[in-house]
């Protein structure tokens, strides 16, 4: 079953805690993403991938850290820096930007976090 | 800088009613509009994408580059296309980043 798998479906995190979120893919893609989602605000971009060994900050990337060590997985850790993690984390992959088009992102199920 | 609106958070319309759900972007480029629905207890999917030009589960959109719009629109509403539906925006920056709208809630009742 091709796809992308994110784990746990529900995480708790307590104050001062640093969690990870996983997110694998098994669509050979080279970009991956990941997405906090929020009721009214839409998909908030945090980190990117285009490659492996390499990524970049999002727009709201303060809090978080992410690695890129294999084509297949591009965890997000949610560090204690961040003051309102509670949320729905959604992971995307795609195919890299290509001849002057971007290209669908695939998503995962989703991670929802909240702090104990 | 590159902005997506969708005004409405709800939208309630009842089965067989015409149905557009609004999308406004901001971008001084070339623009790549997206259509991602969600349905309840699935994963966020795309829905269609401009530059495709098709119709997905009768599902349209155009892109109005005068309006800066790009509106999704079905004439004949079913209670199956009750979902959340985000429009996106891809700009020609070679990251492959989308920048998504709030999303609209679409509800179709019977």
């Known amino acids: 079953d091709g796809g992308i798998t994110q784990s746990p479906k529900y995480l708790f995190r307590k104050e001062g805690q640093n969690v990870t979120l996983s997110c694998e893919q098994n669509?050979?893609?080279?970009?991956m993403y990941w997405y906090r989602q929020d009721p009214g605000q839409g998909l908030r971009l945090i980190y990117y991938?285009?490659?492996?060994?390499?990524?970049q900050k999002g727009d709201i990337a303060d809090g978080y850290s992410v690695s890129r060590e294999k084509k297949e997985s591009f965890p997000l850790t949610v560090t204690s820096a961040q003051k309102n993690p509670t949320a729905f984390y959604l992971c995307?992959?795609?195919?890299?930007?290509?001849?002057?088009?971007?290209?669908?992102?695939?998503f995962g199920d989703g991670t929802r976090l909240s702090i104990l | 800088a590159q902005r997506v609106t969708q005004p409405e958070k709800l939208l309630s319309v009842f089965k067989g009613a015409p149905v557009e759900l609004k999308c406004n972007y901001s971008?001084?480029?070339?623009?790549?509009l997206f259509w991602y629905v969600q349905y309840s207890r699935q994963r966020l999917q795309l829905l269609l994408r401009?530059?495709s030009r098709e119709s997905i589960k009768g599902f349209t959109a155009d892109l109005n580059k005068g309006e800066t719009s790009f509106h999704l629109k079905k004439p004949f509403a079913q209670e199956e296309d009750s979902a959340m539906y985000y429009c996106?925006?891809?700009?020609?920056?070679?990251?492959?980043?989308?920048?998504f709208g709030q999303g609209t809630t679409l509800q179709v009742k019977p």
């Open positions: 995307a992959s795609s195919i890299p930007w290509n001849l002057g088009s971007n290209q669908p992102q695939h």
């Open positions: 669509l050979n893609h080279d970009a």
């Open positions: 991938s285009q490659i492996v060994n390499d990524f």
């Open positions: 971008y001084s480029g070339s623009p790549e």
């Open positions: 401009h530059i």
């Open positions: 996106a925006l891809g700009g020609s920056s070679n990251t492959g980043k989308l920048i």
